[in-house]
């Protein structure tokens, strides 16, 4: 699976959208964007996952560039029950596939 | 449905201990996989199963490692003479055929002393 880069914390204001960069500049065709979260002391959380089309569900917003190289999750409404740790993670096509879990981004979401 | 469940939900044991942690699926999920989390770290694949089968071992599971799923149904992971390396919060998923979201359960956080 592609290795994945992301800022290891960033800030949001609550009530304002949330814009999570990823760079996975190695992906290859038949990989997929998957991104989780995990909530301190819970288990990961699935939220959203795309190919090449950006993909919305009532969770977040996943933008993936053209060339599949970068990918952004939006959080539009920030709450603070959104603060956790936010994984990109790249994964071969089969669903049943191991996830590679890399350092993420803690997000912070402040009153 | 319940959710992935997992028992305990903490241990502590003093090293050298055997510990054994249990996994129950979301029902009807073919699939169940293990991962580890060290303090600050993302969770690290241990190892997997479809049905009763153990496809994927990590080299992270070294032999003090176990993982069973004798029906196909809850996993138990055995990890014998613990060491304090084996700190770490052990989370099992479920998944079922044709899904593409692995459910989580909450964790058994183990402490060795």
């Known amino acids: 699976d592609a290795k994945t880069t992301q800022p290891p914390s960033m800030d949001c204001a609550e009530g304002r959208a949330a814009n999570l960069p990823c760079n996975h500049s190695?992906?290859?065709?038949?990989?997929?964007v998957y991104w989780y979260r995990q909530i301190h002391s819970q288990g990961p959380q699935y939220i959203i996952h795309?190919?090449?089309n950006n993909e919305t569900n009532e969770m977040a917003s996943l933008i993936i560039t053209e060339d599949r190289k970068s990918s952004t999750l939006i959080l539009p409404h920030a709450t603070l029950r959104d603060t956790a740790v936010y994984y990109c993670i790249v994964r071969g096509g089969a669903a049943g596939n191991k996830l590679t879990f890399g350092g993420g981004t803690r997000v912070l979401v402040k009153p | 449905d319940t959710g992935v469940s997992q028992n305990p939900r903490h241990k502590i044991t003093k090293r050298g201990q055997n510990v054994t942690f249990r996994c129950d699926p979301i029902s009807e999920h073919n699939r169940l996989y293990w991962y580890r989390q060290t303090l600050g770290q993302g969770p690290e694949f241990l190892t997997y199963f479809q049905n009763e089968a153990q496809l994927e071992k990590s080299r992270l599971l070294s032999d003090r490692f176990s993982a069973e799923r004798p029906k196909g149904s809850f996993s138990t992971l055995e990890i014998q003479r613990t060491e304090q390396g084996d700190s770490a919060m052990y989370l099992c998923a479920s998944i079922g055929t044709g899904d593409y979201e692995q459910y989580f359960g909450p964790g058994t956080r183990l402490t060795v002393t």
């Open positions: 795309g190919l090449k």
């Open positions: 190695t992906i290859s065709g038949n990989e997929y």
